[in-house]
């Protein structure tokens, strides 16, 4: 079993569709990150969150500490959010355990 | 800042050459990541530093890696011999490690490498 596991591993929606991306992990951390990878392959970083809630624009992320769980949602969402979704953990000093990723399509 | 730069951005080579990737961190950053991305495994990483420091190499998958982070400003990753198994898209990450010890991190464009 993967540390960290995302789902849904892919997610086709409507521009203007609300947007959730869950990621559980099994270890300890002391921080989880979202990244963003476009199709030109470049990665983003969009939060990094230990506890509570985080808002940038129509981006949201949420985590639970206690569920080891966080959410990355996405309101109105538009083609150009078409991405894959990466979620990520930091278990002490800076390593970073990875999930597979969501792949996203947004149509117009 | 122009971010982290790599180079170089695609590589081809043959089996059995060396390959040696670079990287030039943003200025004022103490950790840099080396990571490599594939289909099958995703995102994993292979190597950091703090303060130009190897700290964990534990993902280096075998002797034939080695990196090298000779001062602040440039990294390199180096394969000796390449094998087609390589073939991979190699990111460099730096961050300014804050006193949480977890800080965002910013990419770069990576390298493209395929091994005939």
């Known amino acids: 079993k993967n540390e960290v596991e995302q789902s849904p591993q892919n997610l086709t929606a409507q521009e203007g569709e609300f947007i959730t991306i869950n990621c559980s992990y099994s270890v300890g951390i002391s921080a989880l990150h979202w990244l963003q990878q476009h199709p030109g392959g470049g990665i983003v970083s969009l939060f990094m969150l230990s506890s509570g809630k985080k808002k940038h624009g129509r981006l949201i992320a949420t985590i639970n500490i206690q569920e080891k769980h966080s959410s990355l949602h996405i309101t109105a969402s538009h083609p150009r959010d078409s991405a894959v979704y990466i979620c990520a953990v930091s278990q002490g000093a800076q390593k970073l355990v990875f999930g597979q990723g969501t792949r996203l399509t947004i149509n117009p | 800042d122009a971010g982290v730069i790599q180079s170089p951005r695609h590589e081809v080579t043959e089996m059995g050459q060396e390959v040696t990737l670079r990287c030039k961190p943003i200025?004022?950053?103490?950790?840099l990541f080396w990571y490599r991305q594939t289909m099958m495994r995703g995102l994993e990483l292979l190597i950091y530093?703090?303060?130009?420091?190897?700290?964990?190499d534990s993902g280096m998958p075998e002797d034939r890696f080695s990196a090298k982070m000779p001062n602040a400003s440039f990294s390199t990753l180096k394969i000796q011999p390449s094998e087609p198994r390589d073939s991979a898209v190699y990111f460099c990450?730096?961050?300014?490690?804050?006193?949480?010890?977890?800080?965002?991190?910013?990419f770069g464009a990576g390298s493209r490498l395929t091994v005939l």
């Open positions: 530093f703090n303060n130009n420091v190897p700290i964990d």
């Open positions: 200025s004022g950053h103490n950790s």
């Open positions: 990450a730096s961050s300014d490690r804050g006193s949480t010890g977890a800080n965002v991190l910013t």
